[in-house]
């Protein structure tokens, strides 16, 4: 290993590649420009050249693919024709599962950091991981799996509501048929019936969870790097703010805040569990007898908010990087209290009509108190964000009249 050197010097010396997946996804998106001024060459992998992520002056490169089932085979093609090792990243958990499950034929041509494949096999499977929690002592929400019709109508007789449903592992056509809701929560096995779609077709398992009492601003994360050694290289801690959907969705807004807690139960899990490279863990904190409960790992990969650690002043993709190439680096942690704002997810829970009164007031109060950090917009890299007023626009020219009725039907009832 080489002398010690911050983690955003890398290009200095180095002139590291990388190669990210879900181009077309925020996540991916911010992946790019947390490297900025730290690789010397990014190429992004995506399903629609024309997502407003897409637009980023920070890609040098876009390769399309048609589906995400693609990814692999394109990895191998860009892999063969690159006449150095690229630094991997991706941005979703499928993609994860893809390179984790086919590291041996990606490391002659990619560097990465992933455990061990049963490592990820369990962080990425809810149901291994719940199995593996509930052993270790961990608290979680009472959960069971399914996986056929009589299983479903069983667990929906006996269970206790609200529930949350989400697929056992995600997958392609989750993502696909699914994109606005990443679990659904029902309040009666009769609300299962009145879905859109039976989940078990999206789905060849499911996880049906309790719902822990507390509003979206008591989803609790922390975004971490650790070290091959075990140990926290660096850590971010916050929580949500708003979510959209309501209740269960992608986050929305999020604030960062120091959380002892939080981050000490991050740093066990992940030890326990066997866990290095990049990853979160985001919990539940119940109102009523005020303990964490842990609602999902993300492994391998920056989370939809992740921007906020950069913003707070924790390259933690940085770090990623400058590990998976062989480089030592000098950690500056800091932790800025800082809000991170999705701008359509926060309008559309802002506007939802389910938002309660007591969670707007904490939204605005901590815009007042704490700089801002947005999803999409940056002053150096304007594009994505323009192209996404652009398509807002559009889609409200086109819908104005459907929109119209929508909101007085919701402010009548």
């Not at 900025?36 to 190429?43: E, F, K, R």
């Not at 399914?146 to 995600?170: A, Q, W």
């Amino acid at each position: 290993m080489e002398s010690s050197i911050k983690a955003s010097d890398i290009i200095k010396q180095h002139g590291v590649h990388v190669v990210i997946t879900g181009a077309d996804h925020p996540t991916g998106l911010f992946t790019a420009r947390s490297l900025v001024g730290c690789v010397s060459h990014i190429t992004g992998i995506t399903m629609n050249r024309n997502a407003p992520c897409c637009r980023s002056r920070v890609w040098n490169r876009l390769v399309v693919v048609d589906t995400i089932s693609e990814t692999l085979t394109e990895l191998l093609s860009l892999g063969v024709a690159s006449q150095t090792q690229s630094v991997l990243f991706a941005a979703q958990d499928i993609v994860i599962k893809m390179i984790s499950d086919n590291r041996e034929a990606l490391a002659p041509y990619y560097r990465f950091v992933l455990p061990d494949r049963e490592v990820v096999n369990t962080l990425i499977d809810k149901g291994k991981f719940y199995d593996w929690a509930v052993t270790k002592g961990f608290s979680v929400p009472a959960s069971s799996i399914v996986s056929n019709r009589k299983e479903l109508n069983e667990v929906l007789g006996r269970g206790k509501y609200p529930m949350i449903i989400k697929p056992v592992v995600k997958n392609e056509v989750w993502d696909r048929k699914s994109s606005a809701s990443k679990v659904y929560k029902i309040y009666s096995q009769s609300a299962y019936d009145c879905l859109s779609v039976d989940l078990l077709d999206l789905s060849p398992e499911l996880l049906l969870q309790q719902w822990i009492p507390g509003g979206d601003e008591d989803v609790w994360f922390c975004l971490v790097y650790m070290g091959r050694d075990g140990e926290v290289k660096g850590s971010y801690t916050g929580r949500k703010l708003l979510q959209w959907p309501i209740g269960q969705g992608n986050t929305a807004a999020a604030v960062g805040e120091k959380n002892e807690t939080v981050a000490e139960l991050t740093g066990s899990i992940f030890r326990s569990v066997g866990f290095y490279g990049l990853g979160s863990l985001e919990f539940k904190r119940n109102v009523q007898d005020g303990k964490y409960y842990i609602i999902e790992p993300t492994v391998g990969r920056n989370d939809y908010q992740s921007g906020i650690a950069l913003a707070g002043g924790l390259n933690l993709t940085a770090m990623a990087s400058a590990d998976a190439a062989g480089i030592c680096w000098h950690i500056d942690s800091k932790h800025k209290h800082v809000t991170w704002i999705d701008g359509e997810g926060a309008l559309r829970s802002l506007w939802g009509g389910a938002t309660i009164r007591e969670t707007r007031a904490i939204f605005f109060a901590t815009l007042c108190s704490h700089p801002i950090a947005w999803s999409l917009l940056k002053a150096n890299d304007p594009f994505p964000f323009i192209a996404w007023v652009k398509k807002r626009v559009a889609y409200i020219i086109r819908n104005f009249g459907t929109i119209l009725l929508r909101r007085i039907w919701i402010y009548r009832g």
